[in-house]
């Protein structure tokens, strides 16, 4: 695991804040991330989903990992996780043209709400707050959702305002389509695993992209920072694509 650290300079923010971002967890073992996170001691820690495999009650067990990274993040800095396309079901999204849709309607189990409130993390499922004179947004996979269409309404209220602006965003791909012409001062994803394999700096495949795809890690317009995932390895295994913790840090000089 190696901590990657990026710094954005944007006056909006009236002074330096440190960011965490963590993402793509999907059960591993979540200790090693929480002390790097300690040594880190961030301001605020982004989750921006696959945190957990979809919150249903026959991955109780399976998502402890994934309380227990959130419950300690949200000891060391406060937290804000909004679901990838795993925590709602959308499982099979690598298909570049999936032929089976996805179609359905967004469930959590109670057993894993009233587990996430109990790590104490700032929920945002396609909603925003604001905290400590910043705007905070997260906007879920719309991977279950009619075209696989994300839910973009309350952006207008979350982007109205002088304030600075955070969103959560699983996907990256939906900078370019959605997101690329509003006023957000940091955009953070996860989802495309660094492009799986690593070569020449570049990703080979990503979920929603395809081959070769643009955004897979790195930072883009001084304002799109995407990790490369937590999780050590998948049954895909992973070749010069180390996981990663994200350290943001934004200061108006
Ligand atoms: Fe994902």
């Keep these: ?39 880190t001691a961030p301001d ?16 109780n067990e399976l998502n402890e990992a994934g309380f227990e990274l959130l419950q300690a993040s949200a000891k060391i800095a406060p937290t804000f996780f909004s679901p990838g396309n795993h925590e709602i079901g959308g499982v099979r999204s690598w298909l570049p043209k999936p032929k089976l849709s996805f179609e359905k309607e967004k469930k959590y189990s109670e057993y894993s709400l009233k587990r996430l409130a109990e790590t104490g993390v700032r929920f945002l499922d396609d909603a925003y707050c604001v905290y400590d004179g910043i705007a905070f947004g997260g906007l879920c996979s719309g991977i279950i959702n009619p075209e696989q269409k994300p839910k973009l309404d309350f952006l207008s209220d979350f982007c109205a305002g002088d304030m600075p602006k955070v969103l959560l965003c699983h996907h990256p791909e939906y900078y370019k389509k959605y997101l690329k ?6 955009i953070v994803s996860g989802h495309a695993h ?12 990503a979920p929603g992209q395809g081959l070769f795809p643009k955004y897979t890690s ?17 049954t895909i295994p992973r070749i010069f694509n180390s996981p990663e913790i994200v350290k943001i840090t934004i200061a108006p000089k």
């Design 218 to 234: 790195g930072i883009h317009d001084n304002r799109l920072v995407i990790s490369k995932g937590l999780k050590k390895g998948r």
């Design 181 to 186: 012409g509003l006023d957000i001062d940091l």
């Design 44 to 59: 605020f820690i982004l989750a921006p989903g696959d945190i957990f495999e979809p919150l249903e009650d026959k991955n």
């Design 1 to 39: 695991m190696k901590l990657t650290e990026y710094k954005i300079v944007n006056e909006k923010f009236p002074g330096k804040y440190t960011f965490a971002l963590i993402s793509d967890l999907h059960g591993d073992e979540p200790c090693g991330i929480i002390k790097i996170l300690e040594e």
């Design 194 to 205: 660094g492009g799986q394999w690593r070569f020449f700096g570049r990703g080979v495949f």
